[in-house]
């Protein structure tokens, strides 16, 4: 038989999601006490319960308050208590609803929580990093990737930090998007949330979207499973955003320049004279430099209009015509001078 009486705070998963507390009172095998249930979409739902603790914990969830107009059954609980002192379990209600939960007992004190004998600490905090490309975000797009990003937090706020007229400014969300007309076009956007969850252990997500490159997203928490879905989720909503030409030069530029460079070693045998053999190689390596260097300087990696006004086709294709451009161009002013020093060895 598990000791379990005490607080509990933790998360429930599955169909419905949201934050958890348990108020648990235990005699014997013989479980009573109140959930307090915080959905993220629906609001608060208490309950009361009952249940026993023999090798499994089981007990069965009455509603007695909640929002008016939803409706709320039943829920049945199996759970478990791990050696790391957290209780883990399945829920699932009469209607097809179902899920998982973790919960963290809560001791006051300065001393480790424990439970059992077993001190409750983290397993481990569990980080995940996804890069993302170079991205074209319009209003809405920047409303739809702050409603992802805030998703799954409850008690969070979410943080903006971007330049304006050569400043820094961090604003929260809300009055980002209040002043957005006024702020026109951004190069660069960070967009940060974090709340507490457990052990003292806050879980955060930050998404920096920069001006020249590296541009990523990063998720951190002491639900693994959480941190993956979460981090991918993002970089999957992101990547309907990507300009695919500008992304992929960032990402191939070094080999597409080897590839050149590559080529310019096949050409060099028709080109007679060593002094116009070095000419060549200079030109292609500072046309190829340029190349490299305007990508990443002057393109930028996140372009970002917040303007209600709607954007002109030149404005938003620029930089992916101005890449094709450069690249034409840059390959056209290369056979140039090799013809050159072909007609005069």
């Not at 009952?50 to 007695?64: L, R």
């Not at 569990?126 to 991205?135: A, D």
């Not at 941190?227 to 530029?253: C, D, F, H, P």
């Not at 917040?306 to 404005?315: A, E, I, N, P, Y």
Request: hydrophobic residues 45%.
């Amino acid at each position: 038989m598990n000791n379990i009486a005490g607080k509990w705070a933790g998360r429930i998963y599955g169909t419905n999601t949201g934050n958890v507390f348990l108020e648990i009172d235990q005699e014997g095998n013989r479980l009573t006490g109140i959930a307090r249930f915080l959905d993220t979409m629906w609001g608060l739902v208490i309950y009361d319960f009952v249940g026993e603790s023999n090798d499994h914990i089981h007990f069965t969830c009455t509603p007695k308050q909640y929002p008016e107009g939803i409706e709320v059954n039943t829920v049945i609980v199996v759970a478990q208590l791990r050696p790391d002192g957290t209780l883990v379990g399945d829920w699932e209600s009469p209607t097809g609803t179902a899920g998982t939960f973790q919960a963290f007992p809560h001791i006051y004190g300065d001393g480790p929580a424990q439970v059992g004998g077993q001190i409750s600490v983290p397993e481990q905090i569990y980080n995940r990093t996804v890069s993302v490309g170079s991205v074209r975000l319009y209003d809405v797009d920047v409303n739809n990737l702050l409603d992802i990003i805030k998703r799954d937090f409850i008690q969070g706020r979410l943080i903006v930090t971007y330049r304006l007229r050569g400043s820094e400014v961090t604003k929260y969300a809300e009055d980002f998007l209040r002043d957005s007309t006024e702020t026109g076009e951004l190069r660069s956007l960070k967009i940060t949330i974090q709340e507490p969850e457990a052990h003292g252990i806050n879980k955060m997500v930050a998404v920096d979207l920069t001006e020249h490159a590296g541009s990523e997203v990063r998720v951190s928490g002491i639900n693994e499973s959480w941190v993956v879905g979460k981090a991918e989720s993002i970089s999957r909503a992101l990547s309907s955003y990507q300009n695919r030409l500008v992304t992929s030069y960032r990402k191939y530029g070094l080999n597409l320049n080897s590839v050149i460079f590559l080529l310019m070693l096949v050409a060099i045998p028709e080109i007679g004279a060593w002094v116009n053999r070095l000419i060549f190689v200079g030109s292609v390596a500072t046309l190829l430099f340029i190349l490299l260097a305007v990508h990443g300087k002057i393109i930028p990696n996140t372009l970002i209009f917040l303007s209600k006004r709607k954007v002109g086709v030149f404005r938003r294709l620029w930089p992916t015509v101005f890449s094709w451009l450069i690249a034409v161009t840059s390959a056209l002013v290369a056979m140039w001078i090799f013809s050159r020093l072909i007609k005069n060895p």
